[in-house]
């Protein structure tokens, strides 16, 4: 917790710089509006529960965003892309380990598809054009990317990506990686459902509760309380 703690007070000094700072954020998501995937994976291919695995920064307020959606049932943040002796939020914190923080999302793709949470993702839950950091966050494990499970989720995800590269949608070339998912870890049990049991915590303050608020607006028909 230190590091993310020490991150954060380079660029939080006092309530002031907090609630100008949510007011920041919420209005730059607010104008983040993305078209839906020209493909997606057919309900017929996708049967009962499935599971999607994104990194987007930390892993805290994406584990929320994906919570609120309806058709995910369960949300888990974790480590992706490094090995299990280094899966653990010390080594993955300090930048020791290859791992990302991510988050595991199992859903019904019969309520929802896995291109509506790929469009959740770029445009709500993190910034993809952000290089190996993620607002305050910096380094490699702070990276956005896309561990697809299968072809289809490969295929999908990559022709969304170059979709909305060619629709200009930001202003930056995306930089989401897209690799295959060879493992997931589970993080720290005091990781998991974090916004939710510390709303007034003055990182999730900042910076987490302003994507809740962008999705609630903007997704009105897939948020879930």
């Known amino acids: 917790m ?9 660029y939080l000094v ?6 100008l700072l949510t007011a920041a954020l919420a209005g730059r998501a607010s104008q983040t509006r993305i078209p839906d995937p020209a493909a997606d994976i057919s309900i017929s291919m996708a049967k009962g529960k499935q599971t999607a695995v994104f990194a987007g920064g930390c892993f805290w307020g994406v584990e929320a965003v994906f919570e609120h959606l309806k058709g995910v049932s369960v949300v888990v943040s974790g480590y992706s892309g490094g090995n ?7 080594l993955v914190s300090a930048g020791e380990s290859e791992h990302a923080e991510a988050v595991e999302i199992t859903y019904d793709p019969s309520q929802i598809s896995y ?8 445009a709500v ?17 702070y990276r956005s990317a896309i561990f697809f499970t299968n072809d289809e989720q490969k295929q999908v995800a990559s022709a969304y990506i170059q979709q909305l590269n060619q629709a200009q949608v930001f202003s930056n070339p995306i930089v989401t990686q897209l ?4 493992a997931f870890y589970a993080a720290e049990d005091y990781h998991q459902d974090f916004v939710a049991r510390n709303p007034n915590y003055p990182y999730v303050v900042a910076h987490d509760l302003p994507k809740l608020s962008q999705l609630r607006e903007q997704f009105p028909d897939l948020y879930k309380k």
């Open 115 to 122: 291109g509506q949470l790929l469009k959740i993702y770029f």
């Open 14 to 19: 006092g309530s002031l710089s907090i609630i």
């Open 2 to 10: 230190a590091i993310r703690i020490l991150t954060l007070s380079r």
């Open 179 to 182: 690799v295959p998912l060879t």
């Open 84 to 90: 299990e002796a280094t899966a653990n939020y010390e």
């Open 125 to 141: 839950a993190h910034d993809p054009t952000e290089l190996n950091r993620q607002g305050p966050d910096e380094g490699t494990q």
